[in-house]
């Protein structure tokens, strides 16, 4: 079952320069060139995407292609020049100063790659910062704090201040803060990008785990592909402030719908985005090796799926769905599909 929609941009442009406005009235669809004569940067353009409730998207793109743009007009912390948003059904381009802010603080998270934590306050007081602009008393805010805390994984360090922790272990906090106001979105722009590589993995690990308890809707921007097929439930690809294509990981490999998107999955082994679920093939009553997840891709179950001649039964949940052939492993994994 399709999941509610609980973002809907649609047509929504953001241009830089002069007069945008007037231009977009009397230009309702103007080319690169065209924007290029009147002087003017098309920072989104066009864009319709619908977020739903629980996913997590991805925007991705080469810097200066529009995904931060794309953010904060998500989130009106930029107003964009035309178009239509509406957040659990409300416009948000009507909405009033006063509704905006209480939408942002409550109903919004936001992280970013600077982790902007407040120097002076220890970790437990940087995460019930949030609760405090609100008004949340200190007992409850404190509470709320600690369980946000240990949920990150920082349990023990409540006392400490930023600059006692790694990159990786303020990133956390920075993550626990936008938790513990328990928003209905939650927007992350390149929260990993500053940390190192091998950090930068366990952060993602430590965030699926996280969406695997709390099942957010997350809107999520990295410019790294790799990154957003190990993330993402749907992937959008910007190119010069227009979406090129939104799909699943798998299906952005499988079937580009245009000569950019097919260029930047060029290089995406095809194991780590064909699920068990696209190459199973029905029950037919054999003995199997062991049990595999459905939505688990080809790289993660090809060990085991490869070393036995039995196949492995396909489980989506406890309910066995199909089964799984070495074979089949083995044609992802040379490209025969
Ligand atoms: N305040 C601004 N004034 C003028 N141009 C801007 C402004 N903000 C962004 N732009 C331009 O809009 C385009 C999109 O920028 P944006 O920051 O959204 O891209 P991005 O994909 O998030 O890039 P990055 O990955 O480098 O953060 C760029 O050409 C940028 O120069």
Redesign the pocket.
């Known amino acids: 079952m399709t999941k509610p929609v609980i973002l809907d941009c649609r047509n929504v442009w953001k241009l830089?320069g002069p007069q945008a406005d007037t231009f977009l009235k009397t230009n309702a669809t103007p080319s690169s060139a065209d924007l290029e004569a009147a002087n003017l940067?098309g920072?989104v353009r066009a864009v319709n995407v619908q977020i739903r409730k629980g996913e997590i998207f991805v925007i991705m793109?080469l810097?200066?292609?529009?995904?931060?743009?794309?953010v904060r007009c998500m989130s009106r912390l930029v107003d964009s020049t035309a178009g239509e948003i509406r957040f659990e059904d409300k416009d948000l381009l009507s909405a009033s100063e006063e509704e905006l802010i209480q939408i942002r603080r409550k109903k919004m998270g936001m992280v970013f790659q600077q982790f902007a934590l407040l120097p002076h306050l220890t970790v437990l007081e940087n995460a019930a910062f949030p609760l405090d602009i609100q008004g949340v008393d200190k007992k409850t805010r404190e509470e709320r704090a600690r369980e946000v805390v240990e949920l990150v994984g920082l349990k023990g360090r409540e006392g400490y201040f930023p600059r006692e922790l790694s990159g990786g272990q303020q990133q956390r906090v920075g993550i626990a803060r936008s938790l513990a106001a328990e928003p209905e979105i939650w927007f992350l722009d390149e929260p990993f990008s500053a940390l190192d590589p091998l950090i930068r993995r366990e952060m993602q690990d430590e965030f699926l785990r996280l969406q695997n308890i709390l099942h957010k809707t997350i809107v999520f921007?990295t410019?790294d592909f790799d990154e957003a097929i190990r993330l993402a439930d749907r992937i959008a690809v910007?190119k010069d402030?227009i979406i090129e294509q939104v799909a699943t990981p798998e299906d952005l490999v499988l079937q580009p719908a245009t000569d950019y998107v097919a260029e930047f999955t060029r290089h995406v082994s095809r194991a780590k985005v064909i699920r068990a679920a696209s190459v199973m093939e029905p029950l037919n009553g054999d003995s199997f090796a062991g049990e595999v997840f459905h939505n688990a891709v080809i790289e993660a179950i090809a060990d085991p799926v490869e070393a036995s001649d039995l196949p492995h039964k396909v489980m989506d949940g406890d309910k066995p769905v199909g089964q799984i052939s070495r074979k089949a492993v083995i044609d992802v994994l040379v490209g025969r599909r």
């Not at 810097?63 to 794309?70: A, D, P, R, Y």
């Open positions: 830089y940067i920072a793109g810097s200066g292609s529009g995904k931060s743009t794309l921007i410019h910007m402030g």
